[in-house]
C-alpha cells in the first residue's frame, strides 16, 4: 500500500506565500519523478512543478520565478513554496509520484501515484 499525503493548503492573500508538502509512505522501493499538479473550477488538471530524484525541476510558465519546488528524498517528501500568489493560482492542488515498487525481489512495478489534493485559494 503507498499513499501520498499533502498538507499546507489555505486561505491567503494575494501576493502572500504558502508552502505545500507531500510525504509519501507504504512499501515503497524508490521513487523517481515527483511534483505538483492543479485543477482549477471548470479547468483541466495541469503541471505546475516537478523534480526529479537528482534534482532536474520543470515548472509550468505561469509559475516560473515565483514558486519552487523541492524534495528530500531521505524524507520522500516533496514541497512546493509559493510565493506572489495571485488569485489565479486558486485551485485544489495535487501531488504526484512515480513510485517504483518491488512485490518480489525480482519483480519491480512503477505506480502513478497521486495525494488526495488540498485547496489553495488566493484572494483578490
Known amino acids: 500500500q503507498v499513499q501520498l499525503v499533502e498538507s499546507g493548503g489555505g486561505l491567503v492573500q494575494a501576493g502572500g506565500s504558502l508552502r505545500l508538502s507531500c510525504a509519501a509512505s507504504?512499501?515503497?522501493?524508490?521513487?523517481?519523478?515527483m511534483g505538483w499538479y492543479r485543477q482549477a473550477p471548470g479547468k483541466q488538471r495541469e503541471l505546475v512543478a516537478s523534480?526529479?530524484?537528482?534534482?532536474?525541476?520543470n515548472y509550468a510558465d505561469s509559475v516560473k520565478g515565483r514558486f519552487t519546488i523541492s524534495r528530500d528524498n531521505a524524507k520522500r517528501t516533496v514541497y512546493l513554496q509559493m510565493n506572489s500568489l495571485k488569485p489565479e493560482d486558486t485551485a485544489i492542488y495535487y501531488c504526484?509520484?512515480?513510485?517504483?515498487?518491488?512485490?518480489?525481489?525480482?519483480?519491480?512495478?512503477?505506480?502513478?501515484?497521486w495525494g488526495q489534493g488540498t485547496l489553495v485559494t488566493v484572494s483578490s
Open positions: 504526484n509520484a512515480q513510485i517504483i515498487v518491488s512485490p518480489t525481489p525480482t519483480t519491480f512495478h512503477t505506480l502513478d501515484a
Open positions: 507504504g512499501r515503497i522501493f524508490s521513487i523517481n519523478s
Open positions: 523534480a526529479t530524484v537528482s534534482g532536474r525541476t
